[in-house]
């Protein structure tokens, strides 16, 4: 009985380990807004030079993959928490299910800091489609009401084809993001034309490993599985003593 409960708790702490370090994952940073493209006028409420940033929670356990092929995928998301701010002005994201936010993935070749050559790399963009805006001047770009709205956060790492499907932990304890763009686009749905704000930043994700409190889990239970191990062999080892009279 002695022997049941000690391994117990031991699966306890490791399977409390592993819960805590599936929860889910925050993507998070910060840059200065660098170019202007497109035919809608600017406002001036976003000029370039505004530091823009943005924050969201997703978990990588609910994500429904949509497409893939040969180092391609798209993954369907459910984010919440999420802020995304360009100078004074707040993007907000849209609840309505045709807007589902979605990350893209793909392998491809990049040229890196140090390297004359091309090498392999993983490169990432989450898409995060906005309300339909007003048309005021507090909005990045002039135009009708009804515009439509996309924010594009997007890096590239340092990572080699491994030839395994692209799932959400491609991303995760990788090599830094050597590039990285953020993107915020819009479009009037009466004249069709849009205009888009452009710049680099610098991020991260929330640790996709476990975190140091997790791990001191996993050790103790591991442990005390070890422990308990080690005292049965021990046991069966020693031998037996009789008293002799």
């Known amino acids: 009985m002695r022997r049941m409960s000690i391994l117990m708790v031991a699966c306890c702490f490791i399977a409390a380990a592993s819960e805590a370090a599936a929860a889910p994952v925050t993507y998070s940073g910060s840059g200065t807004l660098s170019q202007v493209i497109g035919k ?6 976003v000029p370039v030079g505004s530091s823009f940033s943005f924050s969201f929670t997703f978990d990588p356990a609910k994500a429904a993959l949509f497409e893939a092929s040969e180092g391609y995928a798209i993954y369907d998301l459910s984010i919440s928490s999420a802020a ?36 392999e790399s993983l490169v990432f963009t989450f898409f995060l489609a906005g309300k339909a805006t007003v048309g005021d001047t507090a909005e990045p770009f002039g135009g009708n009401t009804g515009k439509t709205q996309m924010v594009s956060i997007g890096g590239v790492l340092r990572q080699a084809d491994d030839g395994r499907p692209l799932t959400l932990d ?76």
């Open 40 to 45: 809608l006028p600017l406002t001036g409420s």
């Open 84 to 119: 995304v701010t360009l100078g004074g002005y707040s993007y907000p994201l849209s609840s309505e299910a045709v807007y589902t936010p979605f990350i893209e993935l793909y392998r491809g070749f990049s040229f890196f800091p140090g390297s004359n050559m091309s090498e």
């Open 170 to 245: 491609s991303i995760f304890g990788q090599s830094p993001t050597y590039y990285s763009n953020f993107e915020y686009g819009t479009r009037d749905p009466i004249t069709r034309q849009t205009g888009f704000l452009s710049g680099a930043y610098v991020g991260g994700f929330s640790s996709g490993v476990p975190e140091p409190d997790h791990w001191a889990l996993i050790i103790a239970g591991v442990g005390i599985s070890g422990a308990f191990l080690r005292r049965r062999r021990n046991v069966r080892r020693s031998p037996q003593r009789f008293a002799v009279y």
